[in-house]
């Protein structure tokens, strides 16, 4: 799946290349199909530009597996995934067996956090020219439906980033901030990353030969990780990354949140953005008080981020949470919840 035109173009010349070949595109998001897409498939091969993209696969794939009363996994309805990734010169290749091998949320403490700006500085006190870039890109846009009704942003359309980029010349203006460029308004949007060819090229080979490997059973696939650098020279190394026993996307226990009763709710989102085992992008929280379903948070819907930010600067306890109280918390790095049990730390 790819933006634009571009899986159409590839689509056509492979089809036409290899005869008896039939590749379908999609110009779409990978987040816009639901299971039943998933399961005709017999590999997933990503090439996905960021790791937000990577853990909602991940994700999808481990909520497809079936398991018996005893715990065991059927292994019809593992899909193994086969994941590249390049940045400049270095990059990465690895096989994944869902439920079997480490995922990529197994990994999640290798990357560092990526930057996400607290809601209420972007909306309230921006500081920096990509606190303006990301109020538009993440409340103006949604208020103004510059395009149309649930028209999504598209980071390759020159008049999305065109708009964008003069709405955030105006927000900057109004606070005295410098910087805003088209460039860097786009590199906001899309978080580009320098791309080599080269690079690109090896792992979509390692890749590619991986698939071969797993389709034919020709020979055992890699076990499963191979790191690539050409900077200086040409390195390689291979090893295999064990699975990670708290994982939260594959570990199957339960997960658990410790705090103080005076922790507050914007310090909560804050440890589950920042912490490395967790790097959630935007999560929404809701909750289950006196038997009735509560929503604490949620920042991706305009009316309802307005309604619940008073929220943010109340303690865990003022929102009636208590010891062994459930969180629900829904983001966008996973198609499924992740339930957390709370646990309050005596006073001392």
């Known amino acids: 799946m790819c933006s634009s035109d571009l899986a159409e173009v590839a689509a056509e010349f492979i089809n036409k290349r290899i005869p008896g070949c039939r590749v379908t595109p999609h110009n779409c998001k990978i987040q816009d199909f639901d299971e ?18 990577r853990r909602w696969i991940n994700g999808m794939l481990l909520s497809m597996l079936d398991y018996d009363e005893d715990g065991q996994m059927d292994r019809t309805t593992l899909i193994p995934l086969i994941d590249g990734g390049t940045e400049g010169f270095k990059g990465n290749a690895r096989v994944i067996l869902p439920g079997m091998t480490a995922c990529v949320d197994c990994t999640l403490d290798l990357f560092p956090p990526q930057i996400n700006f607290p809601l209420c500085t972007i909306a309230h006190t921006p500081r920096l020219p990509e606190h303006c870039i990301e109020y538009v890109r993440l409340l103006l846009w949604q208020k103004e439906n510059p395009f149309g009704d649930d028209v999504v942003i598209d980071g390759d359309d020159p008049s999305h980033i065109s708009w964008i980029y003069e709405k955030s010349l105006e ?16 590199g906001v949007v899309k978080n580009i990353i320098p791309a080599v060819a080269s690079t690109n090229a090896v792992i979509a080979a390692a890749c590619s030969t991986e698939v071969f490997k797993l389709a034919t059973s020709c020979c055992n696939p890699l076990n499963n990780y191979v790191i690539f650098n050409d900077a200086d020279g040409i390195y390689t190394y291979v090893y295999e990354q064990e699975k990670n026993p708290n994982c939260l996307a594959c570990s199957n226990k339960a997960q658990k949140l410790e705090f103080s009763a005076s922790t507050t709710l914007q310090q909560l989102l804050d440890h589950l953005t920042s912490t490395p085992e967790y790097q959630m992008k935007a999560p929404g929280v809701t909750t289950s008080v006196g038997g009735k379903n509560k929503t604490l948070y949620i920042q991706t819907v305009s009316s309802i981020e307005e309604r619940t930010r008073p929220n943010l600067k109340l303690s865990l306890v003022d929102l009636g949470l208590q010891d062994g109280s459930e969180l629900v918390v829904a983001d966008s790095t996973s198609p499924a919840s992740v339930v957390f049990v709370l646990k309050i730390k005596p006073v001392l």
């Open 36 to 53: 039943s897409f998933y399961r005709g498939f017999h590999l997933v091969v990503c090439g996905l530009d960021s790791i937000v993209a």
């Open 171 to 186: 927000r900057a203006a109004q606070y005295g901030i410098q910087g805003i460029t088209y460039r860097l308004t786009q």
